[in-house]
């Protein structure tokens, strides 16, 4: 169906993803414009940061496609909205999702804001996700791309902001998109996909977080008789299920009994003592829970799905949908907990937890505890 006429404004990122989507846009008649978002400028230099390449890729994509483009800076409203929440969970000893809330506040928001007041009709992005009308309000839907699905990223969606959004990538496959990139001649074709937190890129996590977090030390602890193990620099430096960095890997103590050598893994934190609890062995029974707890809860329709249905959720991106029951719901309390099918692994408080009702998403919250 043609669209010409209708004005959009495509969030090119400098990647294959966003590119394929302008250029998909222009072709079904939309007038497209593209701008590419400024969010971070800290520390922006070229060892660690590629939003420089990402601008002049940005700009080639443009230039190919036959469109418009400028640069935008919303890097205030994300130290605002975004990074500063980012500090505040991990102070507290949580694992936030940056990248939901990066959706909601700038991509979706404050991106939507500046479009509309360009005078386009819509926004649109690379993110593998759909959206539809259906029974008198907006739906998210999950990609065609089962892996490259980004639905839950977008569950804080509201019905406003769905209802500008274009999701042009939404019944492709990766392989499809980098095939249109090549023969519509792209020069972002080929170019590897960004992965991580965008302001953190790809140096060292902790390095980057001791800037604005400063050590505070404390005791790791064996979970199962409190022996002390070693010594962590910060609580906020480890999450729920972590591996690598405990630095008591190569212990061989035989008091500690059958499976000393397995893998240590971080199953608790202490935030009143600032004690790292840790068990050894992946399937710890430490790191499995079938109930959680969710707060700051926002549903797409705009009202909570019925408690006492059985839905799926994920609990982390890359988990699968995993059968639960909403065993109590309560707006005015802002909660809302789960029981799980069979238990998850490493539910950290922190993350986000989003429920699905076959391809529809409804929404979620963010995980306050676990058992």
């Known amino acids: 169906m043609s669209e010409t006429g209708k004005s959009v404004i495509v969030g090119l990122s400098g990647g294959v993803d966003s590119a394929v989507a302008a250029l998909l846009l222009k072709r079904q008649g939309y007038r497209v414009q593209g701008v590419f978002m400024k969010n971070w400028e800290d520390d922006d230099t070229r060892e660690y940061c590629s939003s420089r390449q990402d601008f002049l890729d940005a700009v080639s994509v443009a230039d190919v496609i036959g469109i418009e483009m400028e640069a935008v800076n919303f890097a205030a409203e994300y130290r605002e909205r975004v990074f500063a929440e980012f500090l505040r969970e991990y102070q507290s000893g949580r694992t936030p999702n940056p990248d939901v809330l990066c959706n909601s506040e700038i991509k979706f928001r404050a991106f939507l804001e500046y479009a509309l007041k360009e005078g386009a009709e819509y926004i649109a992005t690379g993110h593998y996700a759909g959206a539809r009308f259906f029974d008198g309000h907006y739906q998210l839907l999950k990609a065609e791309d089962g892996t490259k699905d980004q639905s839950y990223f977008l569950y804080r969606l509201t019905q406003t902001q769905l209802s500008r959004a274009l999701f042009p990538l939404a019944k492709l496959y990766k392989r499809e998109v980098r095939k249109i990139a090549e023969e519509a001649g792209l020069p972002v074709a080929r170019k590897k996909d960004s992965t991580g937190i965008c302001f ?172």
């Open 200 to 371: 953190i890129g790809e140096r060292p996590f902790k390095d980057f977080l001791s800037r604005y977090l400063p050590p505070q030390k404390g005791e790791i602890r064996r979970l199962e008789d409190d022996r002390l193990l070693g010594e962590h620099d910060g609580l906020m430096y480890h999450t729920i299920g972590q591996r690598k960095g405990l630095k008591i890997g190569g212990r061989k103590d035989s008091a500690l009994g059958a499976g000393a050598h397995d893998a240590w893994f971080v199953v608790r934190k202490d935030t009143q003592k600032n004690i790292l609890y840790v068990a050894q062995g992946h399937e710890h029974p430490a790191l499995r829970q079938d109930r959680i707890s969710a707060r700051q809860l926002s549903w797409i329709s705009g009202a909570p799905p019925c408690a006492h249905w059985v839905y799926t959720a994920r609990p982390r991106y890359r988990s699968e949908d995993a059968p639960c029951e909403i065993s109590r719901m309560d707006a005015a309390e802002d909660i809302c907990e789960l029981t799980f099918a069979r238990p998850q692994w490493a539910l950290a408080p922190g993350q986000s937890v989003v429920l699905y009702e076959s391809r529809v998403c409804l929404g979620g919250g963010v995980i306050e505890s676990a058992s």
